[in-house]
């Protein structure tokens, strides 16, 4: 279980928010509007109403202590880029920031941003999946319950083929692709082997990928 804290409760920031407590993690909102905050009240661990400009709130709320902090504040460019300088400052090592443009991102990632995230790009449910999943690399919603998903291949699968490993039966999901450094595998037949260093590409329920890309 990991702790992130979200800055900013729009659409993109609770959508964020939202699915790291979907995958078992804890999350601490935070947004200038009372409104917003009550809104998640009943969803993330914690909430909290407060301005994230203000160096003090951000040093009681320990937020130098998270995993990964999201500025997800949209609409307030200049609050959204001294939050993020702000957090740099204090000592957060993952910070992930929203940019409204490319020249956003570009004074964000001057000015400490881990990441940047552009929403048009990047769906706060793919965000939160990257964030919580060493794994797991890339992430495409096909509905609420069903995803495809790319990730490395777990040791126990290295020296294996499909055929043997027969992930459909044990997991229910389908290998779409395996990706070889360079080389791309396309719909792979039970022949397939699996090397080390291999990316699986596969699609099935959220869960069940989730559950295979973490074998051991």
Do not use: W
């Amino acid at each position: 279980m990991g702790s992130y804290a979200v800055i900013g409760l729009g659409r993109f920031g609770s959508s964020v928010a939202r699915t790291l407590v979907k995958l078992g993690h804890e999350v601490l909102g935070i947004d200038k509007s009372e409104k917003k905050v009550q809104e998640m009240s009943n969803i993330l661990t914690h909430v909290v109403a407060a301005d994230s400009k203000n160096e003090e709130v951000l040093k009681s709320l320990g937020i130098r202590n998270f995993d990964a902090v999201v500025v997800a504040i949209g609409e307030d460019t200049e609050a959204n880029i001294l939050t993020t300088v702000l957090l740099t400052q204090l000592g957060v090592k993952n910070i992930i920031a929203k940019a409204n443009t490319d020249i956003h991102g570009e004074v964000l990632k001057r000015v400490g941003a881990t990441k940047i995230v552009h929403p048009e790009k990047d769906m706060g449910e793919k965000v939160a999946n990257n964030m919580a999943s060493g794994t797991i690399l890339d992430y495409i919603e096909l509905s609420p319950k069903h995803s495809i998903v790319e990730f490395a291949a777990p040791k126990k699968f290295v020296g294996k083929t499909l055929g043997k490993l027969n992930l459909r039966a044990k997991y229910g999901i389908s290998v779409l692709a395996i990706k070889k450094g360079e080389r791309i595998i396309v719909a792979p037949g039970a022949d397939g082997l699996i090397e080390d260093k291999d990316l699986l590409v596969v699609v099935g329920e959220n869960d069940k990928v989730k559950k295979c890309s973490k074998s051991n």
